[in-house]
C-alpha cells in the first residue's frame, strides 16, 4: 500500500510557475512508476508526465512542464512553468506497477492522492 498526498496547488497567473509535490508513504515508493494526471471541470482525467522511461510527457505539457522524484525522501514533483489557462485542473498523484501504454494509461496506476487545485487566469 502506498499514500499519496499533494500539495502546492493554487491560483496563478499565465505565464506564472507553480510546483506540486507529492509525498509517499507506505511500502517502497522507490519501486512504483510516478505519475501525474489531471482533471478539469467536465472532462475526464488525463495523463500529464510520468517516470517511465526517464519522462513520458503529453504533447501539452512537453517543454512547460518537468517530473521528478527524490526516492530518498519519497517525494514526487511537478514544475509547471509558463502556465496557461487551460492547465487549470484538479492535479492528482499516482503511484503504479504496470506500465501500460508506455505509461500514459490510468489503467497502469493503482494508488491516487487526493487531488490539488490549479487555477491559472488569464
Known amino acids: 500500500q502506498v499514500q499519496l498526498v499533494e500539495s502546492g496547488g493554487g491560483l496563478v497567473q499565465a505565464g506564472g510557475s507553480l510546483r506540486l509535490s507529492c509525498a509517499a508513504t507506505?511500502?517502497?515508493?522507490?519501486?512504483?512508476?510516478m505519475a501525474w494526471f489531471r482533471q478539469a471541470p467536465g472532462k475526464d482525467r488525463e495523463f500529464v508526465a510520468a517516470t517511465v522511461s526517464g519522462a513520458v510527457y503529453a504533447d501539452s505539457v512537453k517543454g512547460r512542464f518537468t517530473i521528478s522524484r527524490d526516492n530518498a525522501k519519497n517525494m514526487g514533483y511537478l514544475q509547471m512553468n509558463s502556465l496557461k489557462p487551460e492547465d487549470t485542473a484538479v492535479y492528482y498523484c499516482?503511484?503504479?506497477?504496470?506500465?501500460?501504454?508506455?505509461?500514459?494509461?490510468?489503467?497502469?496506476?493503482?494508488?491516487w492522492g487526493q487531488g490539488t487545485q490549479v487555477t491559472v487566469s488569464s
Open positions: 507506505g511500502r517502497a515508493f522507490d519501486k512504483y512508476i
Open positions: 499516482a503511484a503504479g506497477s504496470r506500465i501500460i501504454d508506455g505509461g500514459v494509461s490510468i489503467r497502469g496506476y493503482d494508488y
